[in-house]
């Protein structure tokens, strides 16, 4: 594992058509490309975007029909095998339009298709609606944990969804150890080799900065170390990079977001505080979204699938066979500016795009401008690109917001030590 250096943040000014500033929305990424969906500005939004990270721009997806979710803010967003799974957002009430807690998004066909899950053989029941929540990909299975409950508040009801099946089950219910987390909401997870990370968020109305571990294979908690850690935090973000833990911002309450990085290591279960320099200090945010791209930001072997294609689910949501994207020959990056390196290998013939990169110090620099458009390429080759992204990491929306403002968006990239 490499180490992770001093953190260089760069804004990234959106230009028109953008998805206007917000926070408490969901965010995650696949194949190079970033979605984003709901949230609020003033109000509670139902729009939903797609962000081509190779020509920095943004498209508009549809939302509507009944397969497509509501308004929806404070819930989450994960990608499996060509689907996005929307879970949560609203609270159940009588004046609920639609009580569905779970909304599935076809990357292929674009498009919403009807599947709410249903029971296990040993479960008669699916979770509820909820806010703030999280919910982590562990191999072919959704965790979802905790949330905000209507009127019962925190919960600390912990559910899986397999993605084969399409099966949910509550697996609080079946803890070997009763001890844990507790109930709570505004907190972050993170999955690391069929671990989920548990970091702080709101324990009934007081913050909390402790850490917790979650084991798949025994379905278990433990309580982690946490000294010298970050403070009391809600609203935070958490990502897994290069076999460690990224957390960013949040606050001890909704009117002071702060700025810091934190990084926790799983191997040493330490913590630290990731260096800014003074000419490069991202916003202070609270609710916002963090979304990694790059190999380092890549799941683990436990994360992720054996074969990362694209590939029929196979029950009965999904009955129609699937024209997903094939491959064809690998897309190089282009045009390194050498200042301490060793120059790069020269691109192949079939380069088809290039990025800017600067290299300086050890360092790697991204341009503002993001991925400029000096070739042209197919959508059908585009998947690829996936896998030669620098690393990075997005910091899109988050409180405070400025409207009628485009989405604030910057971006992050590290020194190596």
């Known amino acids: 594992m490499s180490r992770v250096g001093p953190s260089l943040w760069t804004a990234l000014p959106q230009s028109d058509p953008a998805p206007c500033d917000r926070y408490k929305h969901a965010c995650c990424s696949y194949n190079g490309h970033v979605y984003l969906l709901g949230g609020r500005e003033n109000r509670s939004l139902r729009d939903f975007w797609k962000y081509n990270v190779v020509y920095d721009d943004w498209t508009e997806l549809s939302c509507v029909g009944e397969a497509a ?8 967003m994960v990608a499996h095998q060509g689907f996005l799974y929307v879970f949560g957002g609203m609270l ?12 599935v998004f076809d990357i292929a066909k674009q498009k919403w298709v009807h599947c709410q899950g249903k029971t296990s053989s040993s479960q008669r029941s699916m979770p509820t609606n909820r806010k703030q929540h999280s919910a982590v990909v562990l191999g072919s299975e959704m965790v979802v944990y905790g949330g905000f409950v209507d009127i019962k ?7 899986r ?20 987390p507790g109930p709570r909401h505004g907190h972050s997870a993170a999955a690391h080799q069929g671990c989920m990370y548990v970091f702080g968020g709101l324990k ?15 379905n278990t908690w433990t309580s982690l170390k946490n000294k010298s850690g970050p403070p009391r935090l809600m609203g935070h973000s958490a990502v897994t990079y290069q076999g460690s833990m990224l957390l960013f911002g ?3 309450c909704h009117g002071a977001p702060n700025n810091c990085l934190w990084r926790y290591s ?5 913590w630290s505080q990731v260096a800014t320099p003074a000419d490069s200090t991202p916003p202070s945010k609270i609710h916002h979204c963090c979304v990694g791209l790059g190999q380092g930001y ?24 699937l024209n997903f994207l094939g491959s064809e020959g690998a897309i190089e990056l282009q045009t390194f500016k050498d200042v301490s390196l060793t120059p790069p290998e020269p691109p192949k013939p079939e380069v088809l795009r290039r990025r800017e990169v600067l290299w300086t110090s050890n360092c790697t620099i991204l341009e503002n401008k993001g991925f400029r458009r000096l070739w042209s390429y197919s959508e059908d080759q585009y998947q690829d690109i996936a896998q030669y992204l620098p690393d990075l990491l997005l910091l899109l929306g988050g409180r405070p917001c400025s409207t009628p403002s485009p989405l604030s968006v910057w971006q992050l990239t590290f020194c190596d030590s």
């Open 69 to 76: 979710p509501e308004e929806l803010e404070e819930h989450t």
């Open 92 to 103: 159940d009430s009588a004046y609920t339009r639609c009580r569905r807690a779970l909304w």
């Open 153 to 159: 508040g925190s919960s600390e009801e912990m559910w």
């Open 161 to 180: 969804l397999d993605f084969d099946t399409m099966a949910w089950s509550l697996l609080s219910d079946r803890l070997k150890d009763s001890s844990g």
């Open 204 to 218: 009934g109305l007081r913050e909390q900065n402790d850490l917790w571990r979650w084991t798949s294979s025994c």
């Open 250 to 252: 949040g606050g001890q």
């Open 266 to 270: 799983f191997a040493s279960q330490t």
């Open 298 to 321: 890549s799941p683990g072997p436990a994360e992720a699938s054996q074969d990362c294609t694209h590939r029929p689910f196979q029950n009965k949501c999904f009955p129609a066979q």
